[in-house]
């Protein structure tokens, strides 16, 4: 049988992440991870004071204020900091760290360094990414404005040449109209073409680090089971030595060893561990599942697969493409969902998506802060009606009939086309539904939807009219 000393010293030696203690402010014990993490040999650090390790002194107050802020609160201190190598490299850092004891710090902290550099080094490259992606959006913003500035001087023309030639107005109202609905189409099926194939690439660079953070989360999980299975073996074992046997007719040896062990067992506090980590590993993996439907729900809108008309669930939908626009809506906004029992329809479900992303954002976007977005479905009579409305600035009563018109936009020139609303009406219309605005300035704006539940499938009509016109 081994001895509580072997075990706790074996875990010491085989941990992949670094684990040491430090007593008064330097290093006591160190383990053969961290040495090699580091470029040290043991007797190089052990003794040293524990500010070493960090670039800067300011760096290191830095990191223990912010540990001991979170050990107050939480019994355990959690910081991310950087390291400094033997060679002058830096290493980004997760440390964590326990009263020894379990009580006071000054009898010593036991700490562990997990390495994060690659992690670290993914969300620079990922957040790179981000402003390439906002670079390139900018770009083709001030592209589109300039085509839209270019396509109302020459509707201007256009109109010149209209009151000149008043036999041929109705035509040319026609022509004009043609012209702007299609400049839209190709404007918006440029733009999303754009933003889908940059969502791709970023979209990816998650899922790497997201696949092995789950995978080692599994792992761990498994780990957790054995571990703990071989210690409700040592602790029966243990309790059946002692039961067993007179403790005073024991080797004294053996006998201070099961009271040592005893000690560790209540100063830890097992039994907490024993079911804390299960707890923390199950809320890691939730996290990790969270961002992997994100990325899934992104890789839906980069690439929106199949284009053919298909039975759909609404709800299901509106919860994807909240999951998109969420971190449009959450720094300024709560939302509450209230979602009915509806039948599936029969569409294009990626352009309704379209549809329900666009309005979200508008929402937002009326929104200053502590606002509310609601959004409610109902099954009424053969429509579902799909519901969104916000609390903020509302639309005025004079422009509230053009906010369908193609570039109509209140936004300041670069900060929206005026296509969103245009493009969702114009989706809702080929699919023989309707759109409705009420809205009040000052207290906010409803948007409902109103789609056919079909009973089977898309009519021909609309199978038509969408596969011709994309959106």
């Given amino acids: 049988m081994f001895s509580s000393e072997e075990i706790l010293s074996s875990i010491h030696r085989a941990a992949p992440i670094a684990i040491g203690v430090i007593v008064d402010s330097r290093l006591k014990t160190v383990n053969a991870q961290m040495c090699k993490m580091?470029?040290?040999?043991?007797?190089?650090?052990?003794?040293?004071?524990?500010?070493?390790?960090?670039?800067?002194?300011?760096?290191?107050?830095?990191?223990?204020?912010?540990?001991?802020?979170?050990?107050?609160?939480?019994?355990?201190?959690?910081?991310?900091?950087?390291?400094?190598?033997?060679d002058g490299r830096l290493l980004d850092i997760l440390l964590r760290s326990t009263p020894t004891d379990g009580v006071d710090i000054k009898n010593g902290l036991t700490f562990t360094a997990t390495d994060i550099t690659k992690q670290k080094e993914s969300q620079r490259e990922t957040a790179k990414i981000i402003s390439s992606l906002g670079n390139v959006i900018a770009d083709r913003t001030r592209w589109l404005n300039e085509n839209n500035l270019k396509l109302h001087r020459e509707i201007d023309k256009?109109?010149?040449?209209?009151?000149?030639?008043?036999?041929?107005?109705?035509?040319?109202?026609k022509t004009v109209k043609q012209l702007k609905q299609t400049q839209a189409r190709i404007i918006q099926s440029e733009?999303?073409?754009?933003?889908g194939q940059l969502a791709a690439g970023v979209a990816h660079e998650i899922n790497n680090p997201t696949a092995f953070v789950s995978s080692n989360l599994?792992?761990?999980?498994?780990?957790?089971?054995?571990?703990?299975?071989?210690?409700?073996?040592?602790?029966?074992?243990?309790?059946?030595?002692?039961?067993?046997?007179?403790?005073?007719?024991?080797?004294?040896?053996?006998?201070?060893a099961i009271a040592e062990t005893n000690q560790v067992c209540?100063?830890?506090?097992?039994?907490?561990?024993?079911?804390d980590c299960p707890e923390l590993i199950a809320e890691s993996r939730d996290g990790a599942e969270r961002i992997r439907k994100i990325?899934?729900?992104?890789?839906?809108?980069?690439?929106?697969?199949?284009?053919?008309?298909?039975?759909?669930?609404?709800?299901?939908g509106l919860?994807?493409?909240?999951?998109?626009?969420?971190?449009?809506?959450?720094?300024?906004?709560?939302?509450?969902?209230?979602?009915?029992?509806?039948p599936s329809v029969w569409c294009y479900s990626q352009q309704i998506n379209q549809v329900f992303m666009n309005v979200l954002i508008n929402a937002a976007q009326a929104i200053e802060k502590d606002g509310l977005i609601q959004v409610r479905t109902r099954h009424v009579k053969d429509d579902v009606m799909i519901q969104i409305s916000?609390?903020?600035?509302?639309?005025?009563?004079?422009?509230?009939?053009?906010?369908?018109?193609?570039?109509?936009?209140?936004?300041e020139i670069g900060a929206g086309t005026g296509l969103g609303l245009s493009m969702s009406y114009s989706i809702i219309e080929k699919h023989n539904g309707r759109i409705e605005v009420q809205s009040t300035v000052g207290e906010g704006t409803t948007f409902t939807i109103h789609l056919p539940a079909a009973a089977n499938e898309c009519d021909n009509e609309l199978n038509a009219a969408i596969s011709t016109e994309p959106a």
């Fill in 191 to 195: 733009k999303m073409a754009s933003i």
């Fill in 390 to 411: 916000d609390n903020g600035r509302g639309i005025a009563e004079e422009i509230k009939s053009q906010i369908f018109d193609p570039f109509f936009t209140t936004k």
């Fill in 295 to 316: 990325v899934a729900d992104l890789k839906d809108f980069a690439h929106p697969g199949d284009q053919r008309c298909i039975e759909t669930d609404i709800n299901q």
């Fill in 266 to 275: 209540d100063e830890i506090d097992l039994e907490f561990i024993r079911t």
């Fill in 158 to 173: 256009r109109n010149d040449i209209e009151k000149k030639l008043r036999a041929s107005k109705k035509e040319l109202e």
């Fill in 218 to 256: 599994n792992t761990m999980a498994q780990y957790h089971e054995d571990i703990y299975r071989l210690l409700t073996q040592y602790e029966k074992t243990l309790h059946l030595l002692t039961d067993a046997c007179d403790l005073s007719v024991l080797p004294r040896k053996v006998a201070a």
């Fill in 38 to 86: 580091l470029g040290y040999f043991e007797e190089e650090l052990l003794r040293q004071n524990f500010s070493m390790l960090f670039e800067t002194q300011e760096e290191y107050e830095r990191a223990i204020k912010e540990k001991h802020t979170t050990m107050d609160v939480e019994g355990i201190g959690t910081v991310e900091t950087q390291w400094q190598t033997k």
């Fill in 319 to 342: 919860d994807s493409t909240i999951n998109i626009v969420w971190n449009e809506i959450k720094y300024k906004s709560q939302l509450t969902k209230d979602y009915g029992e509806l």
